[in-house]
T-cell receptor, first 112, second 114 residues
Framework: DQQVKQNSPSLSVQEGRISILNCDYT??????FLWYKKYPAEGPTFLIS?????DKNEDGRFTVFLNKSAKHLSLHIVPSQPGDSAVYFC???????????FGTGTRLTVIP | DAGVTQSPTHLIKTRGQQVTLRCSPK?????VSWYQQALGQGPQFIFQ???????QRGNFPDRFSGHQFPNYSSELNVNALLLGDSALYLC?????????????FGQGTRLTVV
């Protein structure tokens, strides 16, 4: 049972434009969400998170939006840079724990 | 400050063999989680160790076992390897053993079963 879903396996964006990565979840008990970025031959690195009491969290070029009624969140990267090219994972911890449910990832390619 | 370190980085084993993977958590972290990432998939939670005990477990068979040492480092053991066990095995460390804290990942061990 895939509780966190990323339905777009890949995304290509021109440098300087906005990248929007989407994530859906099925478990209404999730109350915290994280985005991780993964480069080849490296482990995932934490990017940004959001609590369910918020609908937006911003950190520099990265903003995460949460729509609880739709069980949907999105990561916006503005402006996109070639160094942002990586696989992005959406994740949510099991309620009351910190083991994470991950989506299948979206490979972002930023074209110079 | 060293982050999460895993060893070895790559490993090739034969079906039916046993393997041990190792992880040292980030300094100051006391909780270690193990994940399996198959090709094209997101990481799947195997289990978590805190205070030298397995605290949580994902949907993995008993062939997968682990251990945490007093210095918080951890091992993942897989017995009777199957071809389907070929994957990237990731170790993540955090603190608090059950709080919603950011997990730091190692670079992973790429296991190939032939």
């Amino acid at each position: 049972d895939q509780q966190v879903k990323q339905n777009s396996p890949s995304l290509s964006v021109q440098e300087g434009r906005i990248s929007i990565l989407n994530c859906d979840y099925t478990n209404s008990m999730f109350d915290y969400f994280l985005w991780y970025k993964k480069y080849p031959a490296e482990g995932p690195t934490f990017l940004i998170s959001i609590s369910s009491i918020k609908d937006k969290n911003e950190d520099g070029r990265f903003t995460v939006f949460l729509n609880k009624s739709a069980k949907h969140l999105s990561l916006h990267i503005v402006p996109s840079q070639p160094g942002d090219s990586a696989v992005y994972f959406c994740a949510a911890p099991k309620t009351g724990a910190n083991n994470l449910f991950f989506g299948t990832g979206t490979r972002l390619t930023v074209i110079p | 400050d060293a982050g999460v370190t895993q060893s070895p980085t790559h490993l090739i084993k034969t079906r039916g063999q046993q393997v041990t993977l190792r992880c040292s958590p980030k300094s100051g972290h006391d909780t270690v989680s193990w994940y399996q990432q198959a090709l094209g998939q997101g990481p799947q939670f195997i289990f978590q160790y805190y205070e030298e005990e397995e605290r949580q477990r994902g949907n993995f068979p008993d062939r997968f076992s682990g251990h945490q040492f007093p210095n918080y480092s951890s091992e993942l053991n897989v017995n009777a390897l199957l071809l389907g066990d070929s994957a990237l095995y990731l170790c993540a460390s955090s603190s608090g053993g059950g709080q919603n804290t950011e997990a730091f990942f190692g670079q992973g061990t790429r296991l190939t079963v032939v």
